[in-house]
């Protein structure tokens, strides 16, 4: 080989990209403590202001005898409770539409997902109190209803944007449907899938406000007694109680996907 043949090789050699590296999952003490110590100095802070505030008779009785943690409790059930159905509902409805016998019905069962979240919420809850009466039950149906979509579309997206080359070779060496579904598909679209669910249960915190529209109780309640009566104090608190639980319930999600994400699929942040 002659020396100019050797001179042309070493910028390719060196131009050459490095091997791939596996990324690793890297969870700092920033990453976990940031927002809840954010959240605690701001509930802290809201607590310190009432400790001070001249609060009236009016803002005493909306706040005495155990209604905001009464309130707040309420608020927590009806986020969790629904959850629970939508994921129950959401999930292996998506795992059935994207088999092959169940995909023509794909479209239409989105359409419904689309119409459950486009109508607006209090009209949904006002239409489901109107036929089911006021109380928990009709707002648990028109949270399930108004949050049932991220988790559907994310489930489908997640299972139909598997590499096909990587199903075909499960199913090479034995592997019945059954079996590539849980040991391959679902492991695959884990990410989307909880990031339905983590894009779901923000929207139930805020879905569930609305709930005292319908006798529903939760946050709302002080918040509707805030605007309704004028007392700013009121209004302040089921505010930041309902942002503080939105974005504490974020945060966990956020948690959960890190964690129950596949080593496989891990990706360096």
Same mark, same amino acid.
């Given at each position: 080989m002659s020396i100019p043949e050797l001179e042309e090789d070493e910028p390719a050699?060196?131009?050459?990209?490095?091997?791939? =590296?596996?990324?690793?999952?890297? =969870?700092? #003490?920033?990453? !976990?403590?940031? $927002?809840?110590? =954010? $959240?605690?100095?701001? $509930?802290?802070? &809201?607590? !310190? #202001?009432?400790?001070?505030?001249?609060?009236? *008779?009016? /803002?005493?009785?909306?706040? /005495?005898?155990?209604?905001? *943690?009464? +309130? %707040? #409790?309420?608020?927590?059930?009806? &986020? =969790?409770? *629904?959850?629970?159905?939508? !994921?129950?509902?959401?999930?292996?409805? @998506?795992?059935?539409?994207?088999?092959?016998?169940?995909?023509?019905? &794909?479209?239409? +069962?989105?359409?419904?997902?689309?119409?459950?979240?486009? &109508?607006?919420?209090?009209?949904? !809850? +006002?239409? %489901?109190?109107? #036929?089911?009466?006021?109380?928990?039950?009709?707002?648990?149906? @028109?949270?399930?209803?108004y949050a049932v979509l991220p988790v559907l579309a994310n489930t489908v997206a997640g299972l139909k944007a598997n590499d096909p080359t990587l199903l075909e070779a499960a199913r090479g060496i034995g592997m019945s449907p059954s079996g590539v579904l849980a040991r391959v598909e679902l492991p695959l679209a884990v990410p989307l899938i909880l990031a339905g669910v983590r894009t779901a249960l923000v929207l139930n915190v805020g879905t569930a406000t609305l709930a005292t529209f319908g006798g529903g109780g939760g946050l709302g309640v002080l918040i509707t007694t805030g605007i309704t009566n004028q007392r700013m104090p009121v209004l302040m608190l089921g505010s930041i109680l309902t942002v503080a639980l939105a974005l504490l319930v974020d945060w966990l999600a956020s948690l959960a996907e890190l964690f129950l994400r596949p080593r496989g699929l891990e990706v360096g942040t």
């Open positions: 050699q060196q131009e050459a990209p490095p091997p791939p =590296v596996t990324a690793r999952r890297r =969870v700092t #003490w920033q990453k !976990l403590t940031f $927002l809840p110590a =954010v $959240l605690v100095a701001v $509930l802290l802070a &809201t607590w !310190l #202001w009432f400790q001070q505030a001249d609060l009236d *008779s009016i /803002s005493e009785n909306a706040l /005495s005898n155990g209604q905001v *943690s009464k +309130a %707040l #409790w309420q608020h927590v059930k009806l &986020t =969790v409770i *629904s959850t629970f159905f939508v !994921l129950i509902i959401a999930i292996p409805l @998506g795992i059935l539409l994207t088999r092959r016998m169940f995909r023509p019905a &794909t479209p239409v +069962a989105m359409a419904f997902a689309n119409m459950g979240q486009a &109508t607006p919420a209090i009209g949904l !809850l +006002a239409l %489901l109190v109107i #036929w089911l009466g006021t109380g928990m039950k009709a707002a648990l149906i @028109g949270i399930i209803i």
